[in-house]
């Protein structure tokens, strides 16, 4: 609109009279106009911006996608840049007017930098701190997971590796020290507001930061230390693992599991690089997309890292302290594999599995003993860990029922001290002493539709067997990962069929629907993040990738143990429901609490001098509503101060009718210049009004009070006209019914019978640009009928596509980016509405009567739209 603007108020200004007032020519007022014109364009399209960001932020709180803090910042910013941008012009347009604009608006600004600041928990006073020393409580220093293992040592007196862990002051004196906070940052949102599109090539780049980074004097020093107490204790020239402790990681609902590095076997020379890993390992891939639909911010995770002595495992696994596919079964599972863990938890190597009952004490009720063809070990004083093949004992019991029974007597141990279920990681060695190396909160899930193993049809059935990991059913076509290259080409809704079940297969986790590996278990790590995101997963499935194509359209129903050809609605009856993760997270939490200061509006009524003032905003929202409004009004008066309002608004006559509707054309909306008082309906070449007058007039309003046809335009001269009316009573701006107008532009602000409302409007070629803004309120009845009323037309907007926030009486609605002819057919709607819901706040009580208007009106729009069979009409043609 504004690029075909070329002159303004054309022919308005005829001749070159001098203003005996205020001293200026007519030029010179011209001139003046012409700049604050200029300003009054800028300030629509930066109130346009302002409302779409806006609209953008609620999408994200209350939609199903997921968002990180990079999204809440830009938008955050991007709000503020436009609101400042609205007050700067306003205050061009009526200069220094609106100057205490500016301190409310920095005061907003405040608000919403405190919930952005502190959001990060305080950091701990020391940079390591022995195992011995920790509890639960210090989880905000050490990281959940260390709390963890120093809570079981002060609590239980189980056996844990000696060791300590490299604190969160650690790990930001690391970040500071080298100023990587601000480029991580940056590289974050130089991908856009948490697009995955280049996850591989940023996790590189940050990881990379990280690795080159110098580890602080400071920090060195004290990790050497640490290290030398350990040794005191575990042997001179010890070998450690280093493993990740992030905040947050291990609590109840976010296990990170298998998300961040562990280093194994790692010698005293190796420490500060090994630490460096471990903590790069925060941006991995699987860990951001972790994060992000988790909505976890990123500042919230400050990386510490635990290191235990090196424990030589003979044999090494995991404990359910309780069934995590049936809330019901309180059985204890015992998984266990030769060597350490590491190949239980990844998933690299089937599994042995013992099944403890607890009913009239622990006894064995069940054991299945698997083929387990390789084991990780360390080789002691290389400093490396290896995965050798197994021969000799690989279909031997990788524990003895003795040991499985004291594992099983631990799991209740610290069941009863973390008071919920628990998932454990344990390791034994040849001597036969047990230590405990992790143990975290268990989530079980729901039984549904007949429980596992309970198959729905054989007919059609691929391939079956296997364990089921994570319980559910869905249907999708198959993409087969084999390398972590491949999932940069993974498409979302694929079932992903794999070899094996590596936790870094998670950072594709949001996209898919299914998994089915040949190997890994209900134990592995991409097992836990499969129940956490409802993602039907079934593994150890002997054939899978030989069975399955990719391409191929299957069924996988993890609760059945098959994989079905196709799309199988008799399974997919049984499929549960993915809860959306709405109002659940840390990330919608931080939205909420920035848009308590950005999005609510209490400027609602510009009539009231006592509220609707600078002082009395209260968020952005607030100063975008005051700033449009005074911008109309100030453009209006703009001509009354310099006596020219006569020749710039043309009163509408309408039938022979004196309208109380009048016109100030910006540019090009009259069809040709206008020497009179009045203007015609066909003089206005205003695209967004003529839509707006078409659903104004579409169908004769029959009440309440009911009228027929014949009486329509006395009651439309009744409510819209006042024939007596003299140009020398000017009435308050208000009052009146204000069309501020261009060819593609329109600016409604009325006063209709006891309702007021504002109408903005852009209609252009370019859809992107395009918009309709619908603000409605007040009514001649009591507050809560005009409430209802508020929600009825709210109803009726939003099943047209227009998006809608309700306030007290009020409804805010908004219809952007479409094609001309969506938003001609917005404004109809818009226009019928004006006209048909007048007075329906005086029934909003009747129920059975607010139904049948509902209903009427329904078929009314639809009659109204269904006119729209042939291109927008050109009203200057």
């Known amino acids: 609109m504004f690029q075909k603007i070329k002159t303004l108020f054309r022919g308005l200004l005829t001749k070159p009279e001098a203003d005996t007032a205020s001293g200026l020519s007519d030029e010179d007022i011209q001139a003046e106009f012409k700049k604050r014109y200029h300003h009054f364009k800028l300030l629509l399209t930066a109130n346009k911006k302002a409302l779409e960001v806006m609209s953008q932020m609620e999408q994200a709180l209350h939609g199903g996608s997921v968002f990180g803090m990079s999204f809440i910042r830009s938008h955050s910013t991007a709000v503020s840049v436009n609101v400042y941008k609205i007050i700067e012009h306003l205050n061009n347009i009526a200069p220094e007017k609106y100057a205490a604009l500016y301190p409310r608006m920095k005061d907003i600004q405040r608000q919403v930098a405190a919930v952005l600041d502190n959001i990060a928990p305080p950091p701990a006073m020391e940079l390591t701190l022995p195992l011995s020393c920790i509890n639960r409580d210090m989880a905000d220093q050490v990281g959940g997971k260390m709390a963890g293992i120093g809570e079981i040592m002060s609590r239980t007196g189980l056996p844990v590796p000696p060791g300590f862990v490299i604190t969160t002051l650690a790990y930001r004196r690391l970040i500071e020290h080298n100023d990587l906070r601000d480029e991580i940052n940056r590289l974050l949102q130089s991908a856009g507001p948490d697009d995955q599109e280049n996850l591989l090539a940023l996790s590189s780049r940050i990881r990379n930061l990280i690795a080159m980074a110098e580890v602080p004097g ?104 309780r069934n995590p596919l049936d809330i019901r079964d309180d059985s204890i599972f015992v998984h266990s594999s030769w060597g350490l863990p590491k190949t239980v938890v990844d998933g690299s190597v089937a599994c042995d599995e013992f099944v403890v009952s607890r009913e009239g004490g622990l006894a064995l009720s069940d054991r299945r003993i698997r083929s387990k063809d390789r084991v990780f070990v360390c080789h002691e004083g290389e400093g490396v860990c290896v995965m050798e093949t197994l021969l000799e004992k690989r279909d031997q019991p990788s524990l003895d029922d003795g040991t499985a029974l004291r594992l099983a007597e631990a799991a209740v141990t610290l069941e009863e001290m973390y008071g919920s279920p628990v998932d454990i990681e344990w390791a034994v060695d040849a001597q036969g002493r047990l230590y405990f190396l992790q143990c975290r909160h268990l989530t079980q899930m729901e039984v549904q539709g007949g429980g596992p193993a309970a198959k729905r049809t054989t007919q059609g059935v691929i391939i079956g067997g296997g364990a089921t990991a994570s319980p559910g059913v869905a249907c999708g076509p198959v993409f087969v990962v084999r390398r972590e290259a491949d999932l940069l080409q993974f498409p979302s809704g694929a079932v992903l069929v794999s070899l094996e079940a590596p936790p870094r297969w998670a950072s594709v986790i949001n996209k898919t629907a299914a998994i089915v590996t040949e190997k890994g278990g209900s134990a592995g790590h991409l097992a836990n993040v499969a129940r956490e995101f409802q993602v039907p997963a079934i593994m150890a499935v002997p054939g899978a990738l030989a069975a399955l194509q990719n391409g191929m359209e299957v069924t996988v129903d993890a609760d059945g143990l098959a994989v079905y050809r196709g799309r199988v609605e008799e399974v997919l009856a049984h499929a549960r429901p993915r809860k959306a993760p709405e109002g659940q997270t840390p990330m919608h939490a931080i939205l909420r609490r920035v848009m308590d200061h950005i999005t609510p509006l209490h400027l609602l009524d510009p009539n009231d001098a006592m509220v609707f003032r600078p002082d009395k905003c209260r968020t952005l929202h607030d100063i975008t509503r005051f700033c449009h409004e005074k911008s109309v009004t100030e453009m209006f008066h703009f001509g009354q101060d310099f006596h020219f309002a006569k020749r710039a608004a043309k009163q509408l006559r309408y039938k022979k009718t004196a309208m109380k509707w009048w016109f100030i054309n910006l540019d090009d909306g009259f069809a040709h210049d206008i020497p009179g008082r009045f203007v015609t309906l066909e003089e206005i070449s205003s695209i967004p009004v003529h839509a707006l007058w078409t659903g104004f007039l579409a169908i004769p309003w029959q009440g309440p009070p009911p009228v027929d046809a014949k009486g329509f335009m006395s009651i439309l001269v009744r409510a819209a006209s006042n024939p007596n009316l003299e140009e020398s009573g000017q009435s308050a701006f208000s009052e009146r019914n204000f069309f501020m107008i261009s060819r593609h532009y329109m600016c409604l602000s009325s006063r209709f019978g006891f309702h007021f409302c504002t109408v903005e409007a852009l209609v252009d070629n370019r859809p992107q640009e395009n918009y309709v803004s ?40 908004r219809r952007s980016g479409g094609t001309p002819e969506e938003m001609d057919e917005a404004l109809r709607i818009v226009g019928y509405l004006l006209m048909h819901t007048r007075q329906l706040d005086m029934i909003m009580h009747n129920r059975p009567l607010v139904e049948t208007y509902r209903r009427r009106i329904d078929g009314e729009i639809a009659r109204v739209l269904a006119e729209l069979t042939s291109p927008v009409p050109d009203p200057g043609a």
């Not at 596509?801 to 309700?806: K, M, R, T, V």
């Open 774 to 813: 619908f603000q409605f309120k007040g009514g001649a009845a009591e507050f809560m009928r005009r409430r209802l009323r508020a929600e009825f037309v709210a109803g009726i907007l939003e099943d047209h596509g227009f998006l809608i926030d309700i306030n007290e009486d009020s409804v805010f609605a």
């Open 218 to 321: 400071d920090v060195a020093g004290a990790i050497h230390a640490a290290y030398a107490a350990l040794c005191a204790e575990a042997g001179e020239g010890a070998c450690v693992s280093l493993r990740s402790s992030a905040l947050g990681e291990d609590a109840a609902g976010q296990t990170f599991a298998g998300q961040f590095a562990t280093k194994l076997n790692v010698a005293a020379d190796d420490l500060l690089e090994s630490y460096k890993e471990v903590v790069a390992s925060k941006y991995s891939p699987q860990a951001m997309t972790y994060r992000l639909n988790r909505g976890i911010p990123d500042e919230d995770i400050a990386m510490c890292v635990g290191c235990m002595a090196m424990v030589r495992a003979a044999a090494g696994g995991v404990i359910y302290s």
